[in-house]
């Protein structure tokens, strides 16, 4: 690919509103990791990052309630992910473990949910030891292996509390046997869409001992397909666009939020909407930081 061809490919993001400058001279580093191995139903999660970058230059500075531009927005080159699987993963937690090691705020653009994994262990070689996870998702990605692979997109988040990492979970409709025995060997927290959605809950309070320090992670199918059929895994029954946004509103209020991210997110041509919407989202979750740093 020539040097016109990945920019027309991987724009940096809010390109038609704002300058790529340094990285250090921006809070808000988004990283494209267009990683797509495990999937296991519909495909296309590859093409997400380039789609919602794209999208993304349709936006505007104003989010309705401040600019999160003014942190500053650096995108990073797009990670390698053409290789093995393994490799494409090491290449996604040595690029996240740049940023964290320049004290900045990871933005990270899946591919698919295993891509997670590979930035939460970042987080650990950047000596983050006492921080937790907030999962919105359709699943509970808890199985131990699935179809025989440990890095499977369904599997991560059994790889994230292997590490003795705190989990709250919310939204989920989707989970084996296996995976409820796993919440309980973990201790994993969780408010699924039979509590949430019927209820119109829009807030959650984290347990009093839960960690100061918050990684977000938002699978693209945790939200309902009436808002977002673009992803591979549909599950009826899921979170509205407001609800999505007050529950992360609801996390950032009470804690530190160190990055976040927004998987699974599988683009249908001809329906941009669904692009446009997603690089929406990662904005307002930007403005929602903006607005309630500690």
Request: some cysteine; hydrophobic content about 40%.
């Amino acid at each position: 690919m020539s040097n016109e061809e990945f920019e027309t490919a991987y724009p940096h993001f809010l390109g038609s509103e704002i300058e790529q400058g340094a990285p250090e001279h921006a809070f808000f580093q988004v990283l494209p990791a267009p990683h797509e191995a495990s999937v296991s139903y519909g495909g296309g999660t590859r093409f997400g990052p380039s789609e919602i970058l794209k999208a993304s230059w349709q936006l505007e500075m104003w989010d309705n309630h401040s600019r999160p531009c003014d942190l500053g927005i650096y995108t990073a080159p797009v990670v390698d992910c053409s290789d093995s699987e393994e490799q494409s993963l090491e290449n996604i937690r040595q690029a996240t473990l740049a940023i964290l090691k320049r004290g900045q705020f990871p933005v990270v653009i899946g591919g698919e949910h295993s891509v997670t994994g590979a930035v939460i262990q970042a987080y650990i070689d950047a000596g983050h030891r006492d921080f937790g996870v907030v999962q919105i998702d359709a699943h509970a990605d808890l199985r131990h292996a699935y179809e025989d692979n440990l890095l499977s997109h369904a599997s991560v988040m059994k790889r994230v509390v292997e590490h003795n990492i705190p989990l709250v979970q919310l939204g989920i409709r989707a989970y084996c046997e296996e995976e409820m025995q796993a919440r309980d060997d973990f201790n994993v927290v969780y408010h699924d869409a039979n509590e949430l959605v019927p209820n119109n809950i829009q807030s959650i309070e984290l347990p009093e001992d839960f960690p100061e320090k918050v990684f977000f992670t938002l699978d693209i199918d945790g939200m309902d397909p009436s808002v977002f059929p673009s992803t591979g895994t549909p599950v009826p029954g899921g979170l509205g666009w407001y609800q999505t946004l007050n529950l992360f509103k609801s996390v950032v209020k009470q804690r530190q939020i160190i990055g976040f991210d927004l998987m699974e997110f599988a683009p249908i041509k001809g329906f941009h909407a669904y692009e446009f919407a997603a690089a929406q989202l990662i904005y307002k979750m930007m403005g929602i930081v903006q607005r309630h740093r500690k």
